[in-house]
Nanobody, 120 residues
Framework: QVQLVESGGGLVQAGGSLKLSCAAS????????LGWFRQAPGKEREFVAS????????DYADSVKGRFTISRDNAKNTVYLQMNNLKPEDTAVYYC?????????????WGQGTQVTVSS
């Protein structure tokens, strides 16, 4: 059974930082591309960042470029999202996701999400 478990969310002031983690189990971690998504109240889920299987390629939404960094530790089966200079508009539930084929858009496995709240 595949599980993705996010942690590290919380309440932070604007300009602050948080680091999210997502621990995976039940899959061969290094065979999967990984992504972070978020969903704010009343809005659709949106892409935040992605990382390739071996970590050599990353991609970011324009809204987070230069502020967020995605990384992975294949030895720990964990993907991270370092978030700096947070803004109130970053407030959302953040989800990690995994897909075997890194050339398709659809992700197969999803975590339960972790809340990030940025106060102004």
């Amino acid at each position: 059974q595949v599980q993705l478990v996010e942690s590290g969310g919380g309440l932070v002031q604007a300009g602050g930082s948080l680091k999210l983690s997502c621990a995976a189990s039940g899959l061969t971690f290094y065979n999967y591309a990984l992504g972070w998504f978020r969903q704010a109240p009343g809005k659709e889920r949106e892409f935040v960042a992605s990382i390739s299987r071996n970590g050599d390629r990353t991609d970011y939404a324009d809204s987070v470029k230069g502020r967020f960094t995605i990384s992975r530790d294949n030895a720990k089966n964990t993907v991270y999202l370092q978030m700096n200079n947070l803004k109130p508009e970053d407030t959302a539930v953040y989800y990690c996701a995994a897909k075997y084929n890194e050339y398709v858009r659809r992700y197969t496995y999803w975590g339960q999400g972790t809340q990030v709240t940025v106060s102004s």
